[in-house]
């Protein structure tokens, strides 16, 4: 088990505290909390729990490429159990989805 931990810049907080997918074979559970009230919301903090090791470098592309497009503040923890990069993908755009009220 590897714990990964990141810093995005942000430009908005998330509006809701928000759980999508599943920790599940070659699957990712992502949960999303709003900054706390009164706490600075230009940062995403982002902590993954993944059961493969070695993939840093593959995470931090995946996730500065998310962050680059969608600056969404709040503490995300990921927990992956062999996601593939879209599944990641695909994870985080639900997660940001739920946290702004639904698609765009």
Known sequence: MQTLTYHFPATRAAGAAVHVGVVASGDL??????????APSDHAS????????GFDTVWREVL?????????????ELNDFGATPGVVTLRLRQAAEAADGGPR
Do not use: K, Q
């Open 64 to 76: 500065n490429r998310f962050f680059a497009r969608t600056a969404l503040a709040g503490r995300w």
């Open 29 to 38: 559970e992502i949960l999303l909390e709003p900054p706390d009230a009164g």
């Open 46 to 53: 982002v902590r993954v729990r993944t059961s493969v090791n």
